[in-house]
Each structure stands twice: as structure tokens, then as C-alpha cells.
């Protein structure tokens, strides 16, 4: 299905991951995702009770458990990952980059 706009979802495990990679000095930038989701047109979305068991379920390609949570959620909603990331994109979902 295509749109002439596309929506823009953050799953709340990439939220935690970018307050994460900040905390511990891995991202220059300070502002958190709620600064510019609005301006963005960006959705955080909760993460799903049920994406643990696909988390579980998926390949053994590398062992970042976030990437494996953000990547089930993904799955769950039909989602397209933007990601520049090559291991995650061997994965079985949609991915763009």
C-alpha cells in the first residue's frame, strides 16, 4: 500500500536506546525524542507485550538485544525499519536504506 505521505513511528525501544547511547556519551546530540517527534510528525509507540516471544524467535544474527526488540516490533506492526544497519537488515522484516 502506498501513501502520497508516510507516517513516522519510533518504537519506545528506540527511545530508550537514543536516551541510553546519550547517557553514556555515544550521541552528541541532548535533545530527547518527545523535542523533535512533534516537529517531525514522529509517533512513539509502545512496545507490544507479545513482541518479546518474536524477540526470542529470531535468527541468532548478533546479540544487541534492543535491535532484537526494536526489529520484533517491527514485525508485529508490518513496520519498515530505516536502517542503515546491514546485520539487522538480513533479519526477516522490511527494511529501507
Known amino acids: 500500500m502506498q501513501h502520497s505521505e508516510a507516517e513516522l513511528f519510533a518504537s519506545a525501544v ?12 555515544r550521541v552528541a546530540m541532548s535533545e530527547d525524542i518527545a523535542t523533535f517527534a ?15 516471544s518474536v ?3 529470531l535468527p541468532k ?3 544487541d538485544p534492543v ?3 526494536m526489529i520484533a516490533h517491527a514485525i508485529l ?5 530505516v536502517t542503515a544497519d ?12
Do not use: C, N
Not at 506492526?77 to 525499519?81: C, K, M, S, V
Not at 546491514?86 to 536504506?97: M, Q
Open 67 to 69: 535491535d532484537r526488540m
Open 38 to 52: 512533534g516537529p517531525l510528525g514522529l509517533s512513539v509507540l509502545d512496545f507490544p507485550s507479545e513482541a518479546w
Open 86 to 97: 546491514k546485520t539487522i537488515r538480513r533479519y526477516p522484516v522490511k527494511s529501507l536504506w
Open 77 to 81: 506492526g508490518g513496520f519498515t525499519l
Open 55 to 57: 524477540a526470542a524467535s
Open 14 to 25: 528506540t527511545a530508550f536506546e537514543l536516551t541510553d547511547l546519550q547517557g553514556r556519551g
Open 61 to 63: 544474527l548478533h546479540r
